[in-house]
């Protein structure tokens, strides 16, 4: 039976499921991690950033398998398999580029008016795989890559580069972005060296319409300290207006580029994510920040070794809902007695390790009426497992110093501090997988951690205060084995590990952003699943061709292209990309 058009167009879209790499907002420290088996069958854990990849190579396998069906299928799919364009290797950029050069090349001598393929794409997603840089492309190649790459795609809404890229790099791919994509722009993730923060800033004075924007900062190459080796020139001082900024999270070295967007006016921003990284002497100035753009953040999210003013950060944002910061934080604050959720004081003595545990830190000058979450990053000592508990035999003073810290820091968790507070959540993966390993929390002389765990499990039982790991569920449950073995994945492109879930995002990606609208006819879904399954297993039963080296003049493909798709279906992501049949 012959289906429309535009029947087989909707049910690709149904089958390429990619709502989730579509989403303008970028992955949060909210955002769960999953269990999974690795390569050597234990258990570890997925990051988000990880889970969404794995969708997009999922997603690209599914659209291959379509693009190989018929000419018809090819026809129609093409315009998916550009949509989203996934590398995990530098090298494949300049395999595109040719792609997207030829095809408009084509177009130009043939006088047609149809649109390019780059015309479809909305992501590009440079993921960085290799410990070099710039392993199997040079800079300025790769800089060459990516203008020609953007040039060809006017309808790009989403970047991704994770690669470092050096500050002529930065420039030059900015300047492109602005030039050709500054209407459709709206999410951006950029990896520069501090350096670049003068092109950075300009960069975003050129892209007014950024929703999203995620900026890694690695630490200047100038031996000086850092606000001696950077000169930001005319960036300097300058205002920058972005109304429609909601999320901005900055990692690394951004001290200088946090005092620059102090003036800015940013009226949209509700979600912060500041990560210090290993930087220990250079502490951002957030408090000043915050003075002029905390009073409508929703999100917070602050990293630090060095320890942050949270009573005054907290009375700057009297809106906010989620709330992180790090719990080996030691306060020089007072300490009020513990309590419980009604308020009467805990006075039980029995405890060994010392008076402090009835003791709490004072995290706000008056109650928050809003925060109903709060996670908490560190707590690597806490529990005596890891590469901390060697460390604690060796230097037992601090760890019972970053112990105790962590105690206080947990018991201001109450309801008396936090009238609204319903979940608190542990992020560290580090910890969550060594808890794994160890069988769960040491108990020894040296450490009391399984003591530690119950005592903080029992006050948030008794508060009615969800206790939680990164991973979403209840912490202190560890994944166990199963007694019978999965059904092995029928999909193409899998890995060697369990099928991803979608639950494994949390819904704190959509809190700032405006969702992607879902389509119609999800009661279909079953159907459409069987008829994408049955083409896979197509494929996959297909006799290998006698002329596969051929499989240009198969698909009409034009002679200049077969040698460029040949080495094409070597590669596992969407740089692999199959160009029109009719050119």
């Known amino acids: 039976m012959e289906l429309p058009d535009e029947i087989l167009t909707q049910i690709f879209d149904l089958a390429a499921d990619e709502d989730v790499i579509f989403q303008y907002g970028l992955p949060t420290v909210m955002a769960e991690a999953a269990w999974f088996k690795n390569a050597l069958g234990e258990w570890a854990l997925r990051?988000?950033?990880?889970?969404?990849?794995?969708?997009?190579?999922?997603?690209?396998?599914?659209?291959?398998?379509?693009?190989?069906?018929?000419?018809?299928?090819?026809?129609?799919?093409?315009?998916?398999?550009?949509?989203?364009l996934f590398f995990d290797k530098p090298s494949r950029l300049y395999l595109l580029c040719e792609i997207l050069e030829s095809d408009a090349k084509n177009k130009k001598e043939l006088e047609r008016s149809s649109v390019g393929l780059g015309w479809w794409t909305k992501r590009i997603h440079l993921t960085r795989y290799y410990a070099s840089p710039n392993r199997g492309l040079s800079a300025e190649d790769m800089s060459d890559s990516l203008m020609t790459i953007v040039k060809h795609c006017p309808n790009l809404s989403i970047f991704v580069v994770e690669?470092?890229?050096?500050?002529?790099?930065?420039?030059?791919?900015?300047?492109?972005?602005?030039?050709?994509?500054?209407?459709?722009?709206?999410?951006?993730?950029?990896?520069?060296?501090?350096?670049?923060i003068p092109k950075v800033i300009w960069a975003l004075d050129s892209l007014p319409l950024v929703l999203a924007a995620q900026i890694e900062f690695d630490p200047p190459i100038q031996m000086t300290e850092l606000h001696e080796s950077l000169h930001l020139g005319s960036a300097q001082n300058i205002t920058l207006n972005l109304p429609y900024l909601q999320q901005l999270t900055l990692r690394g070295s951004f001290s200088e580029f946090l005092e620059q967007a102090v003036e800015w006016i940013l009226p949209g921003l509700r979600n912060l994510s500041i990560d210090c990284g290993n930087n220990r002497?250079?502490?951002?100035?957030?408090?000043?920040?915050?003075?002029?753009?905390?009073?409508?953040?929703?999100?917070?999210d602050l990293n630090s070794i060095p320890p942050l003013e949270v009573p005054d950060i907290l009375e700057l944002c009297p809106q906010l809902e989620i709330f992180s910061f790090n719990a080996d934080w030691r306060f020089q604050a007072p300490t009020l007695p513990a309590t419980t959720s009604d308020g009467a004081p805990?006075?039980?003595?029995?405890?060994?390790?010392?008076?402090?545990?009835?003791?709490?830190?004072?995290?706000?000058?008056?109650?928050?009426?809003?925060?109903?979450?709060?996670?908490?990053?560190?707590?690597?000592?806490?529990?005596?497992?890891?590469?901390?508990r060697t460390f604690s035999s060796e230097e037992p003073f601090r760890s019972r110093v970053v112990r105790r810290s962590n105690d206080l820091n947990f018991g201001a968790l109450n309801r008396a501090q936090f009238p609204q507070l319903r979940c608190i959540r542990i992020l560290s993966r580090t910890l969550l997988n060594d808890l794994n390993k160890s069988d769960g929390p040491a108990q020894d002389d040296e450490v009391d951690g399984m003591d530690r765990w119950e005592r903080w499990w029992d006050r948030c039982h008794d508060s009615n205060i969800r206790l939680e790991d990164c991973t979403g569920g209840e912490f202190g449950q560890l994944p166990q084995e199963e007694v019978e073995e999965?059904?092995?994945?029928?999909?193409?492109?899998?890995?060697?590990?369990?099928?991803?879930?979608?639950?494994?995002?949390?819904?704190?990606?959509?809190?700032?952003?405006?969702?992607i609208e879902e389509n119609e006819g999800?009661?279909?879904?079953?159907?459409?699943?069987?008829?994408?399954?049955?083409?896979?297993a197509m494929a996959e039963d297909r006799d290998e061709s006698p002329f596969s080296g051929f499989i240009g003049p198969a698909f009409n493909l034009a002679p200049s292209m077969q040698m460029v798709t040949s080495i094409a279906e070597e590669s596992t992501t969407s740089a692999t990309l199959i160009p029109d049949p009719n050119p």
């Open 47 to 84: 990051s988000p950033q990880d889970a969404v990849n794995i969708v997009q190579r999922r997603s690209y396998a599914t659209k291959k398998a379509i693009m190989l069906t018929c000419k018809t299928w090819r026809r129609l799919g093409s315009e998916f398999l550009y949509r989203c």
């Open 163 to 196: 690669w470092p890229m050096p500050s002529t790099t930065f420039g030059l791919v900015a300047d492109s972005l602005f030039k050709y994509t500054r209407k459709a722009l709206h999410t951006v993730h950029w990896h520069v060296p501090a350096e670049a």
């Open 281 to 300: 002497s250079d502490a951002p100035d957030v408090v000043s920040f915050l003075e002029k753009h905390g009073h409508k953040l929703e999100v917070l």
């Open 346 to 388: 805990i006075t039980d003595n029995s405890e060994s390790d010392g008076s402090y545990l009835n003791e709490t830190s004072i995290l706000t000058r008056t109650p928050h009426p809003r925060i109903h979450t709060i996670g908490l990053h560190g707590l690597l000592y806490a529990f005596g497992v890891g590469y901390a």
């Open 486 to 515: 999965e059904e092995d994945s029928d999909e193409e492109g899998a890995d060697n590990s369990e099928e991803y879930s979608s639950d494994g995002y949390s819904s704190e990606w959509e809190v700032d952003v405006p969702p």
């Open 522 to 536: 999800s009661s279909h879904n079953q159907e459409l699943r069987q008829l994408i399954k049955e083409c896979q």
